[in-house]
């Protein structure tokens, strides 16, 4: 005898990376960035006084939502403060995707847009990507045709790291009837000579959602703070409606909000990831693992066809580092990797090279 809905009691829960305890395992496979936080965030959480949890926060965390608007270029009505990313992607289906109705993704993605999904008991139409990750010319023509309601892709791709640029998503976007929420958990670490720069077509584009967290660009993944980006259509249901009456907290309020001022000490870390990325591709490479041109602050590596990419990761955990395994479609000959310190890095590559005798 169950209690649970049918659909929960049907469907498995989402799956995060391995979180542990000892403090000296390098962790390089959930993609946090590996640099501390600005010095600004630490200055605001000293300034924080238990007096001041006394009362409510402000609800739709106003000063966060004015230097966010500031920082994007839009007026503060476009901004919907978050706990994490992750609770703008519940909002999303909550609030565009009724019970029965469907929400697109592409094929392999974030395994957490399914999961959600099927707490709505909402259908899923799961779109495959091409073999070199970009998203099919008609996903928009196959999101219509599935009836799609609400579509998520995330950019750059995880797990391939590939970005699609704002003009072949700008016109997806036109094309496609229902929300389009675009994922850019990890745009902070695009190299900025791409110009790539999605904000500036919302304009134009009255169906486009996107989401940002201070995870991983702002190194505050344990403080749980992301928003959405949108037209006021679009956001003023989330912010007067399906939120929660205090979605985020005081604390988080203020440390988010001194983290987004220092978004240029913050892209100091984003500029020693490229870098290391860079680097890490390349010594991968070396070792005959292949990695696709990474846009994101990991990398997603092909091991050589006689090495197997599970018993890689299980060696590595031996050794205290923990990486990445998907047992899933295209991504059991991969490894994600999570692109850490100049020196985790080499310990890394240093015990790949031993486990490949290579
Ligand atoms: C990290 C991540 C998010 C958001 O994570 P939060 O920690 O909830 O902000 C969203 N989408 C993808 C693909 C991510 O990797």
Redesign the pocket.
Known sequence: MSFERANIHAMDGYLPGEQPNQPDVIKLNT?ENPYPAPAAVAAALAAIRVEDLRRYPPPTATAFRQTAAQLHGVAPECILPTN????L?RLAVTTFCGTGDTLGIAMP??S?YPVLANIQGCRVAAIPMTDDWRLRDDFPDRLNAAGARLAMV?NPH?PSGKLTSAVTLKSMARRFRGVLLV?E??VDFVDPELRYDLVATLRSCPNLLI?R????GYSL?GL???YGIGNPDLIEPMISKTRDSYNTDYISQQLATAALKAAKDASKTWEQVRTERARLSAALQTLGLSCLPSQANFVLAQVPAQASAEALYQSLKADGILIRYFDQDRLRDKLRITVGTPSQNDRLLDRLQAHLGA
């Open positions: 993609n994490g990313g992750d609770e992607l993605s974030y957490l995330v995880a994922d958990a990890y989401l967290t201070l995870s991983k993944a749980r703070f992301g």
